[in-house]
């Protein structure tokens, strides 16, 4: 089972055992937001995931959702260091990929494909990105590309990601949607956050 599926399945338990307080979404305000050194603009509704939802996730990053994490995912990842991974890893055997400062562009986006193959779980996705291309973060360089995951169990999906390198620190915005539906329901607000994100000093 990948972890997406998983961490459904930790959220189902917990209800069971009552522990509601510990999953209530809650809603992130339409406008100006900032994680970490991250500013950007929230463009319509989403709901920020509650962390036993989202084991896989690090402790500075946010994930929300419209219509539900197997459905649509909006992830805010903040300053990734020299030799950490993108997300939490939760055991040594399913170790991650780890982000290098010396990393170019085109490695960039195979750091979060390799990411993304080992969140759905080693041969339970097929991922692959394209379309790289620069784009400028207010005065700051950074990349855009694109990916589709053909998953094993569950949708397939699509996501943008946005990704911004300063002085060996990372910082990540990621949008992934179901496909087909979902992933085109929401593109234009989640590009819309990606493409406005500043980083503030």
């Known amino acids: 089972m990948n972890i997406f599926y998983r961490s459904c399945c930790l959220a189902a338990l917990a209800l069971t055992l009552g522990g509601c307080e510990t999953l209530s979404y809650s809603l992130v305000p339409v406008g ?3 994680v970490g050194n991250l500013e950007f603009n929230v463009a319509g509704d989403w709901n920020s995931v509650p962390s036993m939802m989202t084991p896989f996730a690090r402790e500075d990053a946010q994930i929300w959702t419209r219509n539900g994490i197997l459905l649509d995912r909006f992830f805010v990842i903040p300053a990734v260091k020299d030799g950490e991974p993108l997300f939490k890893q939760a055991k040594q055997s399913e170790a991650l990929p ?6 170019l562009p085109n490695e960039l986006m195979e750091l979060m494909e390799s ?17 790289l291309r620069p784009y400028r ?30 002085e060996g620190t990372l910082y990540v915005l990621m949008y992934m949607g179901a496909d087909p539906y979902y992933f085109d329901k929401s593109l234009p607000d989640a590009t819309s956050q990606i493409q406005s994100a500043r980083l503030k000093t």
């Open 115 to 131: 990411s993304v193959v080992k969140l759905f779980g080693e041969g339970n996705a097929v991922v692959a990105t394209d379309n």
């Open 32 to 34: 100006s937001r900032q």
């Open 98 to 103: 780890l982000f290098r400062a010396g990393m």
């Open 137 to 166: 973060f207010g005065a700051t360089p950074g990349v855009l590309f694109d990916f589709e995951a053909t998953v094993a169990e569950g949708p397939n999906y699509k996501g943008v990601v946005g990704m911004i390198k300063v």
